[in-house]
């Protein structure tokens, strides 16, 4: 009945069963305890099976061998390492024999957690045991140095300074051993030559690859694949790691190479190999390259994905090949590969750059607002179908931006849902092409079958203008809608404030000048202010630092009975807090307040950005706290948290900083590297290297990448403490994960300080 309940994973029927057999006074029995160990260990309940065992040991009756591993296999895929470790103990103890399979199921457990020295010790302990004979400890396995190089990879990615770099080295040092082993000859009469370790197999030289990629020392894990004896029978793992590796330090033509060595030898590489490569192409800017592999994929019968197309289309992105990027797509849908949105994003990003680069060459492509005529700026609603007026195919069309139009219509057609970013990589094609008439069409599409209110599509104008820096053209042709009778209403009025909001200072009118002269004009033709027009106005005295203009416009904007909100009130903050006015914007704070305002996210770190900005950092977090102990301590988000953060660093405040990332944990709030860099900070400014140093760690474990600004504020507090050593280490390990060292110790310094000179 045991071993029933065991074949279908009930454990607690098991165990129902053996108590039954004890109530019944029957003595316990190795085999139907060791069938409900086996339920226990399948269902992944290690606990309850080390108790069975614990039980059968003090009832004298030696248990199997076999639930002893069973057990230790399920500790170690739950990374209960020291819990696998113990009930090895207790086998050896209770004078069951373990066997290689039980040294290699605790090494397991070792190797999923990343416990790479007690990894290490044991298999010690196998080599030790094994060389003094009798049988005892079992001779390790080629499984057994497989595991242990396999916990030091881990360990070697998850942290930093000398234990990683001493995991790593283990690492290699096994492999070397077990290289070695391969090259022994046999014995002469009378000598001995013993194997010191198993010969490496596939396995072995994946994770000992994968670990130096990982490291970032990507040419040595190429290196270490290339020496792999020929009678190692590669796979498709082993090839994905050296095409990983490849990938790591952007060498595309390894890449390639690795993946053409492996179908000569009948390895079949894996889709996202290919992916990796193609990707890596396309990072070094060789769009050729990129379809080659692309193509290589294609006669090997590999299966190919979205990501496989998407990959190849963003080489073709970057470099303007619009013409190929519309083949892929139909290449695409020969594979029986649906093209998704991003897919045609790409494409269309192929035609706005190409329209970028020929309006760079070609000076007509420049045209005023005087272009713009009144036929087209008065047709408010135009079907698809007359978005072009002659049907032209992609692959024929003279131009970039008549393509982006023709994907725009074939989106459509696929009842794919062109997104912001679609219409404004379409608009900016037309706009760098200077075809203003057709832009005008286009505005009219959008408003007459997808977007309301009809001044969305004119707003995916500014946007791509005002990525081009063209607010002039933007204004322009505004001015030319007005004046040709087109459908301007207040939406549209909204979206010139925006621009003019954001526009530069031209000579002696700032972006407020032009808005409030906006405001006038949109008033005398009968468009009264609303709220988001005068959001804009308030926008522009942010961004010129005019307080005085923005408390005006809150003044103007209640007496006209509209009611500011947060955004209105975030920007007026703003532009106090950019003249340094801290103490009027904690008196505006105070207002929105009592006006019944709930601050919003970005309000708060608006005005703790200006009290931190003016050192006065006990207001800034007084702030803060306040608003985290109240009913809109949901406003706390990231952002707000890494202001006042920065508030704790510029008062030297790590115990508080370090208070607030365990608030963060606490109500559930996403811990960024940027918190992590302010805490550094703090400490730093408080000249405790010790407890910065232990600040990046902990953002290693957290599994967040550090940034520049993080290792530059653990990096100035050893430096300035003298503790050399750790300065070292830390510049190492940035190293190896690729960040330049000038941008951590400065321009330079970085010779003096990687070489321990300080």
Not at 29 to 43: F, L, S
Not at 178 to 201: C, H, I, L, W
Not at 641 to 654: D, N, R, S
Not at 705 to 714: F, K, L, N, S, W
Request: proline share 3%; hydrophobic share 45%.
């Amino acid at each position: 009945m045991t071993q029933a309940a065991s074949q279908v994973t009930d454990w607690e029927g098991a165990l129902r069963l053996l108590e039954r057999m004890e109530a019944d006074g029957k003595p316990a029995d190795a085999p139907a305890y060791g069938h409900a160990v086996a339920a226990c260990a399948k269902a992944d309940q290690p606990t309850e099976g080390r108790a069975l065992l614990s039980k059968l040991q003090k009832a004298g009756v030696m248990a199997e061998v076999r639930g002893y591993n069973q057990v230790m296999s399920s500790f170690a895929r739950q990374r209960r390492w020291s819990e696998a470790l113990g009930l090895l103990r207790e086998m050896c103890a209770a004078g069951v024999s373990p066997t290689v399979i039980s040294y290699n199921a605790a090494l397991s457990a070792c190797s999923k957690a990343g416990r790479w020295n007690e990894a290490t010790e044991l298999l010690g302990e196998m080599e030790a045991g094994s060389s003094k004979g009798g049988g005892s400890v079992p001779a390790p396995d080629v499984i057994s140095y497989s595991t242990v190089i396999s916990a030091c990879q881990k360990a070697s990615t998850g942290t930093m300074g000398a234990s990683a770099s001493a995991a790593l080295e283990t690492a290699l040092e096994l492999l070397e051993r077990m290289r070695r082993s391969s090259k022994v000859q046999e014995p002469t009469e009378g000598a001995e030559v013993p194997k010191t370790a198993p010969v490496a197999n596939v396995f072995t030289y994946t994770s000992a690859i994968t670990a130096l990629a990982d490291a970032g020392r990507w040419e040595e894990a190429l290196k270490t694949y290339a020496s792999i004896p020929d009678d190692v029978e590669k796979n498709d793992a082993i090839v994905n790691a050296a095409v990983c590796a490849a990938s790591v330090g952007g060498d595309w033509v390894t890449a390639r190479s690795v993946l053409e060595e492996a179908l000569l030898v009948g390895v079949t590489p894996r889709t996202s190999s290919f992916n990796m490569a193609i990707n890596t192409a396309a990072g070094a800017q060789q769009p050729a390259a990129a379809l080659a592999i692309l193509r290589r994929m294609r006669t090997a019968g590999v299966r190919r994905n979205q990501l496989t197309y998407n990959a190849a289309l963003s080489a073709l992105e970057a470099g303007g090949r619009w013409q190929q990027a519309l083949r892929l797509l139909r290449d695409m849908r020969r594979a029986r590969v649906a093209p998704s949105l991003i897919s045609y994003n790409l494409a269309l990003g192929a035609c706005a750059k190409a329209a970028k680069v020929s309006s760079a060459t070609v000076s007509s492509a420049k045209v005023s607002s005087a272009t713009v005529s009144s036929a087209t700026v008065s047709s408010t609603k135009v079907s698809s179908a007359t978005v072009s007026s002659t049907k032209v195919s992609p692959l024929d069309s003279s131009t970039a931006a008549d393509a982006a139009m023709e994907l725009l219509l074939e989106l459509q057609q696929l009842k794919l849902q062109p997104d912001v970013t679609s219409y404004s990589l379409a608009i900016a094609a037309l706009s760098d092409a200077g075809q203003w008439e057709r832009l005008g069409g286009l505005l009219g599409t959008t408003q007459a079958e997808l977007l309301q209110p009809n001044g969305f599509s004119f707003s995916a104008a500014i946007a791509a203008c005002e990525r081009a820096g063209e607010w002039e053209r933007l204004l322009a042709l505004f001015a030319g809608l007005r004046k040709a009778g087109g459908a301007v209403d207040r939406s549209l009025w909204n979206a010139a404030l925006s621009a003019a909001a954001c526009a530069p200072d031209a000579g002696t009118e700032t972006g407020v000048d032009l808005a409030l002269s906006l405001l006038g004009q949109m008033t005398e033709e009968g468009y009264a202010p609303d709220l988001l027009s005068y959001n804009a106005l308030l926008k522009a005295c942010e961004r010129a630092a005019d307080w005085d203009t923005a408390i005006e416009t809150l003044s103007i904007m209640k007496s006209h009975k509209i009611v500011p909100d947060a955004i209105s009130y975030t920007s007026a903050v703003g532009a106090l807090g950019r003249a340094r006015e801290w103490e009027k914007a904690l008196s505006l704070w105070l207002t929105m307040l009592t006006d019944g305002i709930s601050p919003d996210t970005l309000a708060l770190r608006t005005l703790l950005r200006a009290l931190s900005g003016a050192a006065q950092w006990p207001t800034a977090l007084a702030v803060f706290d306040a608003v985290a102990n109240s009913e809109d301590a949901h406003v706390c988000t990231t952002p707000v948290y890494e202001q006042a953060l920065t508030a704790c660093a510029v008062g030297a405040q790590p115990e508080r900083a370090a208070r607030y990332i365990e608030q963060m944990k606490c109500v559930g709030v996403d811990i960024s590297a940027a918190c992590y860099a302010q805490l550094a900070s703090a400490h730093a400014a408080a000249r405790d290297w010790r407890g910065a140093l232990a600040v990046f760690k902990g953002l290693m474990a957290d599994g967040l990448r550090p940034d520049a600004p993080t290792y530059q504020a653990v990096y100035s507090a050893c430096d300035q403490a003298g503790a050399q050593e750790e300065a070292k280490a830390l510049l190492e390990f940035a190293e190896r994960q690729g960040l330049p060292l000038i941008a951590i110790v400065g321009e330079g310094e970085g010779d003096d300080s990687s070489s321990g000179g300080g």
